[in-house]
């Protein structure tokens, strides 16, 4: 089919219509088209081959409102969205390891920097005693240990199932005897915990869990991204834990949000997604037989986010962006753990 | 190889525990003054001379001044000097001009030195740095950045010059030329898309995204990099995230681009400011060129604030020579 | 099979790059035909702003092109009885020789503006001899595509007889090689480039031994054919890229600037039959400085050089049938669509079957007027009388252009009479507002009227208009056809193979058009501050724009239908200096054009008028096209649209020679400049 999409820029630009940004829809387009090429192509939950490509995607979802103001509203949605990328998380991944964790362990070990030692003391704390976890199955630990060429350390258990199902007498039993490939002790003194995105903050049950299997026990949370509410969980976490300490890459700011308190910094278009989050909503939700629903209008805890990594949609993104009913086409469609 | 970098508290804490001197430059910004002004709090500031820079005559003329009233103000009212506050013209100061002024200041701060290029200008931070690294006499070295709270979201400066090489950066004369061309991204082309257009279409373009960095930054980046995008065939481009606050990092993607600096590559620092010194440093070293588009004007506004980073101001210092031992080199076979 | 994710125009300026391959295929030789001076024996200067063709002409001198025509076994595009040369050159700012002044050689500052010059003259000589043996050797390495002209038996020889040459003052001596030749001035030049990079200073032996600009070159030249290494007759090219640089630019200070450029006119004023230069410009940094370094004399057109203006060369003059710009656009188009396998049923006029012909302004108004009514369109004042009204809303209804016109024409006073003395007859039978002459010049005035009033954005479609935005720029016409291929592309990508355009058979529809080409104006006014002091310009330009604009569409009685451009008296402005250079570099970076303007007014004094460079019309929504006269300006109103734009006057560049403007009124200075110092009391 034709890109409905399109044809609807032709005509808004025809028009003499801007975007609240001040260009004009024909620029728009092409700035979706190339974002696409470069980041969107990649969405996971989206290359299978019962799925259409993004610019067909977009179509559909305009098609989702009747009016052009709200067509043109949701369009420009789209560069608002904070995409990120596969190369973007190897290269937060990396970033971790050679920012807030080298600086960790450096602190932890009061290494100085004139030490004609440091290079082969960070090495060695790095790679062989240090223990590096996601919090959840959502982060690909493996792509962590890979990228940032780790290895000597068989289990990479995610904290939150551990909390759910393990034992924190074997937990401490597997750190402290730990052994290397040649059967040498090799213990963990540290643990560092990684998740790709940290909306509410409801997995942090697991970062209490480590930080709680021993005062003595040094727990390092990095996020890779994390939001605004997440952050004053953590905050009130580590009140809590003093062996706990808090590193994230990217902490996103409240006027990157759109919910009951924020839009995108009040600017005009934020409040003309605002609206249209609220007045489409019932048409997302549609006859509510898609599961999960949506949690609500502004994503997981009303976060409304716009967010969108390239394994997947987070839940805290607005609901007008990944979910999908009888009656509401998603852009980017979410692959929602439970249904 | 772990090149040290944080915080400067916690560098300085972990350095060799010396007095530093301080060259830096007092401008129009908040953030021009964190760093002499920390250092001062944590009582290793030995002397310090500051630049200070005047843009051409413009429509900000009135706001710069009252900007650099209250740096002044804020200055003076802490202890600070007038005497070690040197003067240039943005433009018309001379390589040889900014070459002696910065030896003079060299001398005179000792040899354990902190470059703070947070508000300097890279017609001048490029020479500097430059100066530094060749200098026997510096022991210890570091580089210091402080990130700002915000950015003005108007245009951070104006009127830029024709492409032309920074001072001290004309690159080593070879008939050879250049395999490629490696630009920083930054928020605007300033005169970089028009170069990037013109150039041979044949020639590789490495850009140097900064990735991790604020969500802001990162969408005018790759408007940026659409916008370059937009006249030369795709295939031309090689695109490679850089942690926006890492100079370690940039140095590494470089020498990994160039295969240890054995391909020529012509250098095009747009992006931010600590990408910047890893381009100045890598070009230092292997003798390539740099080419910029020098804006006459600057926002006075440039930058709002000072960002805080675990709760204390983000001055990001980086260990660049420390016991006369150079971090950044290009490992030989 | 066309391929629909390809764009033929996506690299813009592949022909101003030495991309040897790609260029075959794209250069156009239609300037070529134009400029044939280029290639004969003589110093040549090449005026024109980006886009106008001057890098691509430039480039022909380049032994890798002419390499890479070989290869390809296509013709050369220089006529063959001037096709045999030698060409060589530099680009100033890539040099290094810019950098010449920056840091003192000598010991005092005194001595050092005095023989910057001369250090600048010796370093452009060593670069160009350098180039020179450049070409030589790729040319001797393939001999049969320079027609065998370098014979490279001698070449040793050649280095031995020249290193004895005494312009060198003994740099050369012992060389006795060819290799060892280019090696000396290759580390010479290595020392230069040392020098500004680092503390090291400039060996003593250099600073004795400084050439005398262009001598070296020629020597080359003579010592190259008298060891037969070049046959006599066969000439040698210089080229001396982006001149400008030298006057215009703050890189250098303004008095070096100036002593660098009369270096360069010394070259030229010595008219050596040895070596011919060729320079490169843009327009009004040439005629600015054309005194000879170390005298009074000035070079002298003709006899010291000839010019050659692109811009002129490629703009449209009084007979349409002369200009050659739309065969030059027709020629790099198909190039185009050739080089990217396009099929092409028709071997001419391409464009037109692609881009179609432009809607006619009557059809243009009714596709404007779709959504509104009569009254909203006529826009007609509440005391009109009723007949007059019956008659233009019933118009309207079918030629809204007619009635716009006709409304305009009624608001008239004519040649006698006032304002208002049309309306008290009824409308008249003949349609006057339809003759000719009257009506041409206020077409486009019309639709932009009759835009403004139905909200809608102004459209440009077609071939005429595509040319006419154009106004004799290749490159804003390949970016024009760029942006209208990529919206073609986006609107065919996913429709099904059978139900996609050919749009060289089908043609590409004129909304797509339009929106692209609005599209391309956008990207040219951004572009303006990427430029050299742009910033300054563009809002300039957004100041004039705005009110072009605004006379444009609240004349309705279209009694100044030329008011999108003005006209100043060149004495009144020649007074001004800084007001005309900065219109000069304006138009030397192609956001305004100028022409000269023969006055109606009974003084005929010597006028010049200034538009907007077509291209931006659609951003400012203003007709491309200039009818009558242009609003008449003095260069107190160009002060003002400068202080609007916030424009602020420099600090006085002594040897540039701009001043602060003087004040008509009082004969006060203008106090808009921005001393005292940024520093004082701080």
């Known amino acids: ?339 | 190889m772990y090149r040290p970098w944080g915080i400067l508290d916690w560098v300085i804490k972990r350095s060799p525990p010396v007095l530093w001197g301080l060259l830096g430059c007092l401008g129009t910004e908040e953030r021009s003054l964190s760093a002499w002004t920390r250092l001062r709090a944590l009582g290793c500031l030995g002397d310090y001379r500051m630049l200070r820079i005047a843009d051409r005559p413009s429509r900000f003329t009135q706001r710069a001044r009252l900007r650099l009233r209250e740096r002044m103000s804020f200055f003076r009212q802490n202890g600070g000097r007038c005497k070690f506050l040197h003067n240039y013209d943005l433009i018309d100061a001379t390589y040889g001009e900014i070459e002696t002024g910065i030896a003079g200041d060299l001398k005179n701060i000792g040899e354990n030195i902190i470059l703070d290029v947070t508000s300097m200008p890279k017609r001048f931070f490029f020479p500097a740095l430059r100066m530094c690294l060749e200098s026997a006499d510096i022991h210890n070295l570091l580089v210091t950045y402080t990130a700002a709270h915000s950015y003005t979201p108007d245009k951070l400066a104006e009127n830029c010059e024709e492409w032309a090489h920074l001072p001290l950066f004309s690159g080593t004369y070879t008939r050879q030329a250049s395999e490629m061309l490696i630009v920083g991204v930054g928020f605007e082309g300033l005169g970089l898309q028009e170069q990037v257009d013109h150039s041979n279409p044949g020639k590789p373009i490495k850009l140097i995204f900064p990735f991790p960095s604020p969500p802001h930054s990162f969408r005018r980046a790759w408007e940026c990099v659409r916008k370059l995008q937009k006249h030369k065939a795709s295939d031309v481009f090689e695109l490679y995230h850089s942690d926006y606050r890492d100079i370690s990092d940039c140095f590494d993607r470089l020498i990994s681009i160039t295969d240890a600096g054995r391909k020529r590559a012509e250098f095009a620092p747009f992006g931010p400011k600590p990408i910047s010194v890893g381009m100045c440093i890598f070009a230092t070293i292997t003798g390539s060129e740099v080419y910029y588009t020098q804006p006459k004007v600057y926002h006075p506004d440039y930058s709002l604030g000072v960002a805080v980073d675990d709760g204390v101001p983000a001055i990001y210092t980086y260990c660049i020579r420390l016991a006369k031992r150079d971090l950044y080199s290009i490992p030989r076979e | 099979m066309m391929d629909y994710e390809i764009n033929p125009f996506q690299e813009l300026y592949v022909t101003d790059t030495p991309d040897p391959n790609v260029f075959v295929q794209l250069f156009s030789n239609y300037p070529v035909q134009h400029a044939h001076a280029l290639f004969r024996p003589g110093n040549v200067v090449l005026k024109g702003t980006q886009g106008s063709g001057k890098s691509m002409l430039l480039n022909l001198f380049r032994p890798q092109i002419r390499l890479a025509y070989h290869r390809a076994a296509v013709p050369f595009p220089v006529p063959e009885g001037l096709a045999s040369f030698v060409g060589a050159g530099i680009n100033l700012s890539r040099s290094g020789a810019l950098d010449i002044g920056q840091k003192p050689i000598d010991r005092s500052a005194d001595d050092d503006l005095r023989l910057f010059p001369l250090y600048f003259a010796d370093f452009i000589n060593y670069l160009i001899v350098s180039d020179l043996l450049e070409s030589i050797a790729i040319m001797q390495e393939t001999p049969e595509a320079f027609g065998r002209i370098v014979d490279a038996t001698n070449l040793d020889a050649f280095a031995s007889m020249l290193a004895k040459e005494d312009c060198w003052f003994g740099w050369l001596h012992g060389v006795s090689n060819i290799n060892e030749l280019r090696k000396r001035i290759d580390q010479r030049i290595g020392s230069y480039r040392t020098f500004h990079m680092s503390n090291i200073a400039l060996e003593e032996e250099i600073c004795r031994t400084k050439t005398a600009i262009g001598e070296p070159i020629a020597r080359t030249a003579v010592c190259l054919r008298s060891c037969c290494v070049l046959p006599e007759g066969v000439p040698i090219f210089v080229r001396i890229d982006q001149l400008e640089r030298l006057s215009r630019s703050d890189s250098i200070r303004p008095t070096l600037g100036s002593f660098y450029r009369q270096i360069v006119n010394k070259a030229l004023g010595t008219r050596d039959l040895r070596v011919s230069y060729r320079i490169g410009t843009r327009q009004y940094a040439w005629e600015d400085n054309l005194v000879m370094y170390g005298s009074e004399d000035l070079l002298e057109h003709l006899r010291d050089f000839r010019t050659i203006d692109l811009n002129d060369v490629l703009s449209k003059k009084e007979d349409a049938k002369t200009w050659i710009f739309p065969a030059f656009a027709e020629d790099a188009f198909a190039r185009r669509l050739k080089h990217a396998k396009y099929a092409t049923y028709k071997d001419s006029d391409l464009i037109r079957v692609v881009f179609g012909p432009s809607v006619s302004p009557e059809d243009r108004a009714k596709e404007y007027c779709k959504k509104s009514s009569p009254e909203i369109v006529l826009k007609l004042e509440s005391d009109w009388p009723e007949d007059w009204k019956a008659f233009l809303l019933n118009l309207c209804s079918q030629n809204p252009l007619g009635a716009v016109l006709a409304a305009a024409w009624a608001r008239q006073r004519g040649t006698r009479g006032r304002p208002g003395d049309r309306l008290k007859a009824p409308p008249p039978q003949g349609a006057p507002w339809q003759k000719p002459i009257w009506r041409k010049e206020r077409v486009q005035q019309a639709l932009t009227q009759v835009t403004a009033r139905a909200a809608q954005r102004m459209k440009w479609s077609g071939k005429k208009d595509i040319i006419a935005l154009s106004s004799g720029n290749i490159s804003i016409f390949l970016s024009i056809c760029h942006e209208i291929w990529e919206a073609f592309l986006r609107s065919e990508r996913h429709k099904r193979a059978h139900k996609r355009t050919d749009p060289v058979r089908d043609g590409i529809g004129g909304d797509i058009q339009a929106i692209a080409i609005h599209t391309a104006s956008t990207f040219w006014y951004e572009k303006i501050s990427e430029q050299r002091n742009g910033d300054d310009r563009r809002r300039f330009i957004d100041a004039l724009g705005r009110q072009f604009r605004a006379w444009i569409v609240k004349d309705s009685a279209m009694s100044y239908p030329g008011h999108n451009g003005f006209s100043l008296d060149n004495d009144e402005l020649n007074m001004c200096t800084w007001v005309r250079h900065f219109l000069e570099e304006a138009v030397a970076y192609g956001d305004l054009y100028s022409t000269p303007h023969t006055t109606k007014r009974k003084d005929r004094k010597h006028r010049t008028k200034w538009y907007l460079t077509p291209i931006l019309s659609p951003v400012f929504q203003v007709p491309e096209s200039h009818v009558k006269e242009p609003y008449y300006a003095t260069p107190d109103n160009v002060e003002w649209w400068l202080s609007r734009a916030q424009v602020v006057f420099p600090n006085v560049r002594a040897s540039a020679g701009i001043r602060p403007v003087r004040e008509r009124s009082t004969g006060n200075t203008k106090s808009n400049s921005a001393s005292p110092s940024l520093f004082d009391n701080t």
Not at chain 1, 236 to 256: F, K, Q, T, V, W
Request: glycine share 6%; net charge negative.
């Open chain 1, 1 to 339: 089919m034709a890109h409905r999409a399109y044809e609807l820029v032709i005509e808004w630009d025809a028009n003499g219509l801007q975007s609240h940004a001040g260009r004009s829809y024909n620029d728009l387009y092409s700035l979706l088209e190339f974002l696409n090429t470069n980041r969107f192509r990649q969405y996971v939950p989206c290359l299978g081959s019962q799925h259409s490509d993004f610019l067909t995607r977009l179509s559909t979802w305009l098609d989702n409102v009747q009016s052009s103001d709200d067509k043109r509203t949701l369009m420009e949605v789209v560069p608002e969205l904070l995409f990120f990328g596969r190369e973007e998380f190897t290269k937060l991944h990396q970033a971790a390891l050679s920012g807030p964790v080298t600086r960790w362990i450096i602190d932890l070990l009061d290494l100085r920097f004139d030490d004609p030692n440091l290079q082969a003391t960070l090495h060695k704390e790095t790679h062989f005693h240090t223990w590096y976890c996601p919090v959840s199955d959502s982060m690909p630990i493996g792509d962590f240990y890979h990228v940032n060429n780790l290895g000597g350390i068989d289990h990479r258990p995610d904290f939150r199932s551990l909390h759910k199902f393990g034992d924190i007498g074997r937990v401490r039993d597997y750190m402290t005897h730990h052994e290397n490939a040649r059967g040498e002790p090799s213990p963990l003194n540290r643990i560092v915990l990684l998740e790709d995105f940290v909306g509410g903050g409801t997995q942090l049950e697991a970062v209490e869990f480590a930080s709680g299997l021993s005062p003595d026990l040094p727990v390092l949370f990095v996020p890779m991204i994390i939001c605004p509410r997440g952050v004053e969980k953590t905050r009130a976490l580590m009140g809590r834990y003093g062996n706990l300490r808090y590193c994230p890459l990217i902490e996103l700011s409240s006027d990157l949000f759109v919910n009951r308190n924020e839009c995108l910094g009040n600017t005009a278009l934020g409040q003309a997604i605002r609206q249209l989050a609220e007045t489409t909503y019932t048409h997302v939700v549609g006859d509510n037989s898609s599961k999960p629903l949506p949690y609500t209008l502004f994503g997981f805890r009303e976060t409304g986010a716009l967010v969108v990594m390239y394994s997947n949609t987070p839940a805290n993104t607005l609901a007008l962006v990944h979910h999908e009913s009888n009656t509401w086409r998603a852009l980017f469609p979410r692959s929602a753990r439970i249904r």
